[in-house]
């Protein structure tokens, strides 16, 4: 693959970053668990995971900076089957039909994205409304002044 490739050059905040990781460092880097990234792998998310000779698989960089790619990925709401589609096009390589459809998969999923953020936004600015509402009928409150329970049950008392 292209050393351009954004999943390739991804920048993370994973803090491990070695040539190989077990399959614990992998979780411990991504902040996935072992069970998910077997998960991952079996159903085609990940390429097969290289292996050591007692089976044990061997994550490289390339393989935690793609997951991180994953992760950007479902952490927008891009549906599974979609990311699927969008693995199967990266494995065919960097063909002209395999990266149009990958940036148009990414174009219409950035476009719902930016559907959702002004959603999110207008929505915001009612909840700002309403906070700044509410402020102002608190200001009345401490204008006029305030009888406590206490003081009103004891002024009964004395009528």
């Known amino acids: 693959m292209n050393a351009l490739d954004f999943e390739r050059t991804l920048t ?11 399959i614990q460092q992998a979780a411990t880097a991504t902040g996935l668990t ?7 792998e079996r159903i085609g998310l990940i390429d097969p995971i ?11 960089d390339e393989d935690i900076l793609w997951i991180g ?10 549906p599974i089957r979609k990311m699927l ?7 065919t390589g960097n063909q ?13 999923h950035t476009l719902s994205l930016e ?28 204008a006029r002044p305030v009888i406590n329970t206490f003081e009103k049950e004891h002024r009964h008392e004395h009528n």
């Open 85 to 91: 589609r969008y693995a199967e096009l990266r494995r």
């Open 96 to 108: 002209q039909e395999s990266v149009s459809e990958r940036k148009a998969l990414l174009e219409q």
């Open 115 to 142: 559907a959702t953020l002004a959603d999110l936004k207008s929505n915001l600015s009612v909840m700002y409304k309403k906070i700044a509402m509410y402020a102002d009928i608190e200001k009345t409150f401490t």
């Open 50 to 60: 290289p292996r050591q000779d007692n089976k044990h698989r061997l994550y490289r």
């Open 12 to 22: 993370t905040t994973l803090d491990i970053m070695t040539s190989s990781l077990t």
């Open 34 to 40: 072992a069970h998910t990234l077997r998960y991952y």
């Open 69 to 78: 790619f994953l992760l950007k990925l479902r952490s927008t709401g891009l």
